[in-house]
């Protein structure tokens, strides 16, 4: 059978599972003057263009796609492979611009090419190669195809100089079909060989005993998966080669063997599998902490169990070095030493080294995994610090108000809410964040104000030295991270520095946290996610008094302007007194949450610290409301942009202006198939003289 003629499977689109087999000139035809083809690469050139991600993903996935190595039969999965084509994919993305016309002529001139065309975003080649070697088995085939696609993307990658694309590796992912007037085909490419291209090195004696290394450590670490109830089954795919890869890196096998290994064993997998393994050999401190069992049995197998050291053996001597207990807000282990000065101090790598070194030399030899095994068990009792703090405070004497004595060392200045009020409900709201799991400070405490008048000390210090830990600053990173999800769980307070410079998006981001009630994160180096509650409440510093650009409303926000604040070193804090009494009025039933006038006053109050809107003040320029039963317009959104974005260059949002005109008070109406509202036009002579009268209405009067 010629090239042009062997058969591929063709869909609909990315969701179509009922394929059709055309032969591959069919394929060809498409890309070269199928008409759909060219309206859906037109399109979603045009909206990569426009940056309409959305649309364009919409344009990508319902061109038509096929399957390149193998054949379909109702469906698109493994089980559904009804055959094989020999063909191997390659995909250069992002090429650059300056080198798409060289690469596409170097791709053309490889006498290993068979078909080439450009991609539908316009920046990428995609190539198609042969390769020989293919059997009856459909297993041996698959290994076959993940070894030739890693030497058949390599070559490639040297000749171009360009990274090939390796997630493209499984053998049932499609290729989208993208028009290409200019596409090249050669019916005589030259197959990749399997005994020349692709041929394995012969192993060497030393590399041969590697080898059966590797097989003992795979049999092991599969040995303790099934103990452990893990399967490499559907839908657990990616835990199981998480799990197997923290695994090879314990039992000391080589990152790049144990990823070669991988990519040939889950050669299924439809994600990328050299990811995955890169990530469990961050864990470096865990590289070879794990022993394989002995190769021969030996006789005195009973003895050599009893030198080795027991989970008792290490509980005791454990018991006999230092005091343990697990802290459960930040997950960690922490230690009391004799020479600490009873204080406890977090477990660290060269603690447990040392322990183990200690065991080893005064008790049984043993493995400092098993150490850190007996450590994070329930030998160790837990313990929670702001429970123990509270619980050892003083009683309030139920009169002193020490918050609002702590709130006077504030200056503020234009408010028109009390600060001391609302900062006793934010304060009072944090420490019921610390002990209620239903409850969130939904609340964000923010001091506005010039540089050096101890903005963020103050905020520091609000927590007492026993629990300044658990304060955290975050600057300004332009995203909301992981980690930043998980200091939610982990610190009392997050300060967010520089709330001016964040970008909207980040902004948008932070308040949806403030009501987000629980963390479902895997730490780092953890092998599991972890559902934790949120206990962190979020205060903010901005040198900047306008910072609020939310036009729904910015209720969460608690904004002051400071004039200065009394030095915290030399005003310190009564915490006693202060923690005392907001611990109590948590336990009378003190609102600290805002009720509904407190929440209007708030939202006035916040409109001094808005950022100017433009739709907002173009509108109330240009229009006013009507009278009772004054001669008015019925004006539409459209006609309203129109005439308010003449002459202005940035970019009006008409979804803002629906939203001014609704706080206005402009009445929304529908006539005639449209929606619009009704309003005055003003004039341009109206315009001026309420320019002149805002003009004189602001003027300071002459001392």
Known sequence: MTMENILVSLFKGYADTCPIEVPLKTIISLLRDNQAVIEHTEKHRYYLEQKQVTAAAREKASCPCFAVSVRFEGGKQKANISGWTGICPVDIDHVPPERMEQCLELLKADKHTLLQYVTISGHGIRLLCRYTGLTDNC?????LHTHTFT???????????????LKCKNATRLSGLAHDEHLFFNPDAVPFSRNAETAAPKHSPASAKNHRRLQRVIDAACRRLADEGVEYAEHHHNEYIMRMGYLLNAYGVAQNVATQWATERFADYNGDVTGIFASCYLNIEEHGSLS??????????????????????????????ASFRKNTVTGKCEVLTAGSGGKYEELTDRYVNTLW???????????????RAVLDSEFVDTFNPFEQYFKNLPPWDGTTDYIAQLATHVHVRNNTIPFAYYFKKWLVGMVAALFDKEVVNHEILVLTGRQGIYKTTWLNNLLSPELRRYFYLKSNARRITKDDLLTLAEFAIVCLEELDEMETQEVNQIKALTTMKVVNERAAYAHYK???DHIASFCGTSNNTHFLADPTGNRRWLPFEVENIDSPYDFPVD???????????????????????????LNLHNRHFEIPCLEQELILTHYRRPMPGEKCMFITNSQILCRINSGIRQKLSPVKIGMVLKQEGFESMRSGGKRGYRMVELTGDEIQANLYAMGRYTEKPES
């Open 151 to 165: 030497v058949i993307n390599e070559y490639y990658t040297r000749l171009t100089g360009l990274e090939c694309d």
């Open 530 to 532: 972890e559902h934790r």
């Open 575 to 601: 915490y006693a007194g202060v923690y005392s009494q907001a611990y109590a009025l948590l336990q009378n039933g003190y609102h600290y949450w805002l009720e509904d006038k407190e929440i209007e006053a």
């Open 357 to 371: 070194c200690r065991m080893c030399k005064e008790a049984k030899p043993g493995q400092a995994a098993h150490i």
């Open 139 to 143: 297993e041996k085939n698959h290994r």
């Open 292 to 321: 394989l069992p002995p190769l021969r049995k030996s006789q005195n197998n009973d003895e050599r169990q009893e030198f080795m050291a027991s989970v008792a053996d290490i509980e005791q001597f454990l018991n006999g070095q």
